[in-house]
Every structure is written in structure tokens, then in C-alpha cells.
């Protein structure tokens, strides 16, 4: 932007990322070519490395394996029709799929289109060799998860609550104070703090 | 925009969290839209580090079946044969003939229709692409890196890579691969393993065209190198590279 401070551009925080989740992320950026060109094999592909993370997502804040399973079919679909669409500028593939499966299923929370006490259509179809990453996959996703819980592990037990609230709930700030009961201006701070603090986390704990 | 991107530092993480109410929201978001070369970087990072906090749910994995179901779906969605009984046969035929005397004219039409549709999106997603690299060509503090190949009489590789905004390789005249296999950009650190930066396949005449956000820095790297990679990449490089460029 016209007019910003130099040291302002400079001021480049650290990935969070590891960088063999980076690596991995970044191969996920084939599959979504190959489903833009309509390629049903880079959408099997890609819900094979990526559906435990998005399901594991949805489920934490449905806390309802048929809804999650709604959410997660939601989120696959509507990468088959816009992943033409996708800008690797604003997010990367795995941030992308978590943030659609965060809003759908915050979504479905909100306009109470939850079915908690429906069993799942689902359930009993057993086929435990389709579906699943391969272990290499697994591996990656598991280490970085193990990472990310490490650093969240670091916050102040306020600030974790929070930011997962905030995140899993899908609260704004305003109603993440009346749910908590404290003022506006200690939420905004326990958001702000511990988010640095995570980034600071992240970064240093690379590897 | 009245307020100065520095102001908005503060914002970017609560935005990308989705804590923000009103008028703060709009106020970025419309501003984002403009495309600022400052603030949507930004706001990527501060994406990126919010969407880490999903990894910390409890991993589950949902059942075999949602697979099958997904692709049920989306098969069930492509064009389909009609099953008709016989007897339909000699209705359609009827209906055939009468549709190709009054139809041809409408056919031609819609075809013409959607592939002017398909050119259309196809130009826009040029379009996106093109804008983005010229963003990061046009950036402050954007950096040049000339790949040579090791082999002779190979084409050279540029790369345009910019802290904030991005990374963007050209390439020309470049060797085709059989389709198993694809092209995977390396950021070499100077400490430490390579670190993809993506995959690329030229297109027609050997032209590739690459945009990317590498995990490093600039000043962290020591070479930029490509290397020719079984189809969807590798977490490392499995082949020797085929260009390098050090970064000075």
C-alpha cells in the first residue's frame, strides 16, 4: 500500500507450518488442478489426504458423526465445483478445506439444523481399506497435529478456552464476552495475546 | 481506504478467526477486495495460523462409506445414457427426426453458447492468474533468480520472488513429461532440507507458469532448484535437480 512504512513490509512473522506439512500442503495445490479440469481422481485423492482433517473439524463443533458426515460430503462438493476458483494467494489447500468445513458447520449450528440423536446412514457400511490416507500421509498429519497441540498447550488455559471457542463455536467477540462473562476488551486480549503467543509457538517449535 | 494498513495489523488475526462484528468487518473485507498488496499476504498469514487451530481437534476419521457416497455423488452428477423401453424407441425416432429439422438450429446455438461459456472462464482463470503474478513482478523488494539447467542446451528458468507477495516462475521451450510424472519446485535453505514450492507441467510450447508461496524466506535460501517428481510431488526431492539458481 501506498504511503506503508518500509520496516511495516519487513515485518514477515515465521511460517507455522512445519515444513514437511508445508510440503505436504503444497502437493494437496495438484489434486485441486486435477479436480479444476474435472478429474475425478484429484477429488479421491484428495478427500484420501485431507478428509480425516476436515471430518475431525466438523465434528468437534457438531459433536454428531452424521452431521459432521454431512459437513464433510458439503465441503468435497463444493470443492468439485469451485476449485477453479481456488487462489493459493489467500490460503493454502489444507487452511481452505478446514475454514469451508469451520463455516458449514458453524453454519448448520446456528440455524439448528443439527440431528444429534440421528444414528449415522452410515453406520455398519464397514470397508476399513477405502477411504483412509495412506500412512505416509497419516504420518504427516499426526506429527503437525501433535506440533499444534504442543504450542496450544503453551497458552494460558483463558486464552486456549477462547480462541477454541471462538474457532470450534464460531463466536464473535462480542458474543464470546457475553458467553464468558467478561468484559469486551479482556476477550479482545485474551484472543490477541494468545494468538501471538500460538504464532510464537509455532514458529519456534518447527520440526 | 482513510485508515492505513498499519492500523489494521492489529485485525488481521481476529478477522481471519471470524471475531469481528459490523462495521470492523466490512471495513476489512472491503478493503481485502481491493486487493491490497499489504494486507492480503497479511491476512493469508494470519489464515493460515487460525486455521492451525483445527488441528488441535481430536482426530476422528469419518466412515469408508462417505467416500463411496462422495463419489456416487459426483458421478451421479455427470451426463447420463436414457434407459428407455423398447417401444420408446419408435416414439424417439419420431421425436429424432422432428428435432433434427427444427432443433439443428437451436443445437448449434447452444453449443456455440457453451463453449463461448467454457472460453469465457477459461479467460478469467487466465486473467486471476496473470494478475497474480504481476503483483508479485510489481512488488517492492522482488528478487530475480535465473535457474540454469545442468544439462546443456536446456532452457533457462526465471524465477520473481518476493517476500510478502510470492513467488512466480517462467518457463519457456521447457521438455514436456510423460503424465506420471510432474515438475516440483525446491527452496534450498541454507540449513536443512529442501522445501517444496510447488509442481507445475508446461503447457503448449514448453510454456510454465508457476505462482507460489514458498514456507522460507529469501534470506534463508541458498538456491532455488526443480526437480522431476512422480505426478502430485514428493515432501522431498527424489530425482537430482534439473535446474538450480542461487539466490546471491
Known sequence: ?207 | MATGCELLEEHYEPFALGVLEGSERAEIQAHLDEGCPVCVPAVRRASELVGRVALASPEAVPPAALRRKLLATIQAQQPKRLRLPVWSWAVAAALAIACLVLGAGIRERNRELAQLSRLNDELQDRDATYRRALAILSAPGTRSVALAAVAPASPQVNAYWNEIAGLVLTGRHMPALPPNRTYQLWVVPKKGNPVSAGTFEPGAQGLALLISRPAAKPAEAAALAITDEPAGGRPQPTTKPIWVGPLG
Not at chain 1, 504442543?150 to 486456549?160: D, F, I, K, S, Y
Open chain 1, 1 to 207: 500500500m501506498a504511503g506503508a512504512d518500509p520496516a511495516f513490509h519487513d515485518r514477515k512473522p515465521e511460517s507455522t507450518a512445519s515444513a514437511e506439512f508445508a510440503a505436504w500442503d503444497s502437493t494437496l495445490e495438484t489434486c485441486v488442478r486435477q479436480i479444476a479440469n474435472g478429474a475425478q481422481q484429484g477429488l479421491a485423492a484428495l478427500y484420501d489426504r485431507t478428509s480425516s482433517l476436515v471430518y475431525s473439524v466438523a465434528l468437534q463443533i457438531l459433536r454428531d458423526p452424521a452431521d459432521a458426515e454431512e459437513v464433510t460430503l458439503d465441503v468435497y462438493l463444493q470443492v468439485w465445483r469451485s476449485a477453479a476458483k481456488f487462489d493459493p494467494a489467500r490460503a493454502s489447500v489444507s487452511t481452505w478445506l478446514v475454514m469451508l468445513a469451520r463455516s458449514r458447520a458453524v453454519d448448520r449450528l446456528r440455524s439448528g439444523m443439527t440431528r444429534k440423536s440421528r444414528e449415522s446412514a452410515l453406520e455398519g457400511v464397514a470397508d476399513p481399506a477405502s477411504g483412509e490416507a495412506a500412512p505416509d500421509q497419516q504420518t504427516i498429519l499426526k506429527l503437525e497435529q501433535r506440533r499444534v497441540r504442543a504450542a496450544m498447550a503453551t497458552l494460558e488455559p483463558e486464552q486456549r478456552r477462547t480462541i477454541e471457542l471462538a474457532f470450534f463455536g464460531g463466536l464473535t467477540h462480542s458474543e464470546l464476552a457475553k458467553k464468558l462473562g467478561q468484559p469486551l476488551g479482556t476477550v479482545k486480549t485474551r484472543i490477541r495475546l494468545g494468538l501471538m503467543k500460538l504464532r510464537q509457538a509455532l514458529s519456534g517449535a518447527e520440526g
